[in-house]
């Protein structure tokens, strides 16, 4: 079975530019989730998608941060302008459907100079 | 009350000893407590997970203590093993709930060396 795959795996940027980060979950996962994880941190949820609806996203800077998951199937989240703060690794995972345990896929660890 | 604490921070085991990681948290309506591994440039792997009603699960050389009066768990690495060295994450979730409630509030991460 594969995994999550994200992509790319690592993305350089200047501050104010715009960047965007693509996940494919496990085929069947209806839940997908994208966190942030800092250096040195545990991973923070910034929104978590049941098929195409969003069922939480109170923790995502929704001034400069988007995300979609058209077709239920993949998601794409974007950070529009970048900030020097928004150097981090994010994750993506999925899960069958809530409450079951959720997998993650490698990350896209991002820089913004 | 969303937060997870979790220590140490750092740890090193010799081959052979036992790794224990404590983690403590505050919201009670938790019921469902995952331990996740992580190695460098890699996401998080799920390694053991928990639920309340049991004090106690073992899968092979891991095993998670639960103390529910206490609101701690902790993880315990037997024999550990220098391909056991990462970073371990504890998290906690409330279950069956809705979709807010069934996220993940991970602990902080204890970086694992397991020398020879």
């Known amino acids: 079975e594969a995994g999550v795959a994200q992509s790319p795996r690592y993305k350089i940027i200047e501050k104010r530019q715009s960047v965007a980060f693509w996940c494919n979950p496990i085929?069947?996962?209806?839940?997908l989730y994208w966190y942030q994880q800092i250096l040195g941190q545990g991973p923070k949820l910034l929104i978590q998608?049941?098929?195409?609806?969003?069922?939480?996203d109170s923790q995502l800077p929704k001034d400069r941060f988007s995300a979609e998951r058209l077709k239920g199937v993949d998601s794409t989240l974007k950070i529009q302008p970048a900030k020097l703060e928004d150097s981090a690794v994010y994750l993506c995972?999925?899960?069958?459907?809530?409450?079951?345990?959720?997998?993650f896929g490698p990350g896209t660890r991002l820089l913004v100079l | 009350q969303q937060q997870v604490k979790q220590s140490p921070q750092s740890l090193i085991v010799q081959k052979g000893g036992i790794s224990i990681i404590n983690c403590a948290y505050e919201?009670?309506?938790?019921?469902?407590f995952p331990w996740y591994q992580q190695f460098p440039g890699k996401g998080p792997a799920l390694l053991i997970a928990?639920?309340?009603?049991?004090s106690e699960k073992k899968e092979g050389r891991f095993t998670i203590s639960f103390n529910k009066s206490a609101k701690q768990f902790s993880l315990h690495i037997m024999d550990s093993q220098p391909g056991d060295s990462a970073t371990y994450f504890c998290?906690?979730?409330?279950?069956?709930?809705?979709?807010?409630?069934?996220?993940?509030?991970f602990g902080t991460g204890t970086r694992l060396q397991v020398t020879l």
């Open positions: 995972a999925s899960s069958l459907s809530f409450g079951t345990s959720q997998y």
């Open positions: 085929s069947g996962h209806a839940t």
């Open positions: 998608f049941q098929n195409n609806g969003v069922v939480d």
């Open positions: 919201n009670t309506a938790f019921d469902y």
């Open positions: 928990i639920r309340p009603d049991v």
């Open positions: 998290a906690a979730s409330s279950l069956g709930g809705t979709g807010t409630a069934s996220k993940l509030t």
